[in-house]
Structure formats: C-alpha cells, structure tokens
C-alpha cells in the first residue's frame, strides 16, 4: 500500500528504449532499419556528420517496405547520412490546443503567422481525434 501512490504514476510506461538506424535517404522519404513501430509512432532522427549542424529531426512513421521503416521527417532531409540513429518517442503525433487559437492563423508546424504574439498552449491532443456525431 505505501509504493500504491508511486506505482500508479509509472503504469503503461516503457522504460527501454527501441532505436534503429537511417540506411537510406530517397526524396523526402527515410528508410532505417531495426525499428517495429506501428504507422503513426513519432521518432527522432539524430543527424550525426560533423559537416551538418542540423538538430533532432522529428519524423513520423508512414510505412514499410522490405523490412524497413519508412519515415517522413518534419522538415528538411539535409544533413541525415546513413547510420545516423532513430529513437523511438513512444507516442503518436500530437498537436497543442487551446481556447485562444480560436481565430488565428497558424503555419503548419503550429507557429503563429498572423502577428498576433505568441499562442498559449493548454494541453495536446492525438491528431487522429474521435469523430464527431453529426
């Protein structure tokens, strides 16, 4: 009864860590190996060439293709060389909302364009949200 309190914080979560690795870059598409994330699972792409100052790619996985993962990242491919490593975030893409986006115009990775000042998010949600009744 005293860990109770301690072990309903930690419940459902993984405490490893699945990574895998860029073999290939084809267009806007990036193929790694050695992930088993189902389509949707976010990752990070961590671009390791010393000629790169590219950050932590966010990507999304959208496919497979002969035992490949097939990722589509959040923004530019420049700087991901093959063997740079992929990390599972263990979640699938989210987007922030809040009550004050409400008439605003956002780009689309959520930034304001509309030069009302910045946007105060309260919370996230799954980007695949329930339908609605109609």
Do not use: Y
């Not at 699945?18 to 290939?24: A, K, S």
């Not at 050695?34 to 990070?44: A, E, H, K, N, Q």
């Not at 999304?60 to 002969?66: Q, T």
């Not at 991901?80 to 989210?94: L, N, W």
Request: charged content about 25%.
């Amino acid at each position: 009864m005293a860990l109770e309190h301690l072990t309903s914080g930690i419940e459902g979560q993984s405490f490893f860590r699945i990574h895998g690795q860029v073999r290939r870059v084809i267009g806007l598409v990036v193929e790694a190996e050695g992930l088993r994330l189902p389509i949707g699972s976010v990752c990070r792409i961590k671009p390791q060439s010393e000629l790169s100052d590219c950050q932590d790619l966010e990507s999304e996985v959208v496919g497979f293709r002969d035992g490949r993962t097939l990722l589509i990242p959040c923004g530019s491919t420049d700087g991901i060389s093959p063997g740079d490593p992929v990390i599972a975030r263990g979640e699938k893409v989210r987007v922030p909302v809040a009550r004050s986006l409400l008439g605003r115009v956002l780009n689309g990775r959520g930034e304001p364009m509309d030069k009302k000042g910045a946007v105060h998010w309260q919370a996230t949600q799954p980007i695949e949200g329930n339908p609605i009744s109609p």
